[in-house]
C-alpha cells in the first residue's frame, strides 16, 4: 500500500502549537495549495490542506513560519473521527506531515507579494537568493555587464596549477 502526499504552498494563518500531557508538540496549520488550471472565469483557485506535525519539528514549524510562508509539506493522508459536544460524529482528513521545508529565506517579505514568489518554490532554507535576485535584476537593468573581468581591463593571472583539469 502507498498514503504519500507531497504538497507546495502558503500557510493561510500562524500554526498553533500544542502540548499533549504527555509534553509532546504538536503543530496544526493550513496550507494554500494553487491548483494548476484556472476555473471558466480564467481564475486559479487554491486548495486549504490541513496538515499537522509532532515533536521537535512541530516546535520549528511554530517558531519559523507564519501566515504566508511558503512551505513544502512531505506526509501522508489520515482520517480520524471523534463525536462532538451534540453527539454527532465529526471525520477529519488531514496531512500527517513527517517532514516540512521551509522554502523562502529567513525573513523575507514576499509572503502574498505576487512579484517574484515562485522563485523560492523548492530553494532551501538557509541560502541568500534575494541578493542573486538582485544580481539578475542588475544585470537586466545595466547595472553590471555579464564578463565580470570587462571593466578591468588587465589580463587574468591563472596558473595551470589552479585549473581543475
Do not use: H
Request: charged share 25%; hydrophobic share 30%; net charge negative.
Amino acid at each position: 500500500m502507498l498514503n504519500r502526499v507531497v504538497l507546495v504552498g502558503r500557510l493561510t494563518k500562524d500554526p498553533e502549537l500544542r502540548y499533549t500531557p504527555n509534553g509532546v508538540a504538536v503543530a496544526n496549520f493550513t496550507l494554500a495549495v494553487n491548483r494548476a488550471f484556472s476555473n471558466q472565469q480564467g481564475e486559479r483557485e487554491a486548495d486549504f490542506i490541513n496538515c499537522v506535525i509532532w515533536r521537535k519539528q512541530a516546535e520549528n514549524v511554530a517558531n519559523y513560519l507564519k501566515k504566508g510562508s511558503l512551505a513544502g509539506v512531505d506526509g501522508r493522508v489520515q482520517t480520524r473521527s471523534y463525536d462532538n459536544n451534540e453527539g454527532r460524529r465529526v471525520f477529519i482528513t488531514e496531512i500527517v506531515a513527517e517532514s516540512v521545508q521551509f522554502l523562502e529565506p529567513r525573513g523575507s517579505n514576499q509572503s502574498g507579494q505576487g512579484q517574484g514568489n515562485q522563485d523560492f518554490y523548492g530553494a532551501p532554507a538557509g541560502n541568500d537568493f534575494a541578493n542573486q535576485r538582485n544580481q539578475q535584476s542588475n544585470r537586466q537593468s545595466g547595472g553590471f555587464n555579464d564578463d565580470p573581468f570587462s571593466n578591468d581591463g588587465k589580463p587574468i593571472d591563472i596558473s595551470d596549477d589552479d585549473l581543475p583539469f
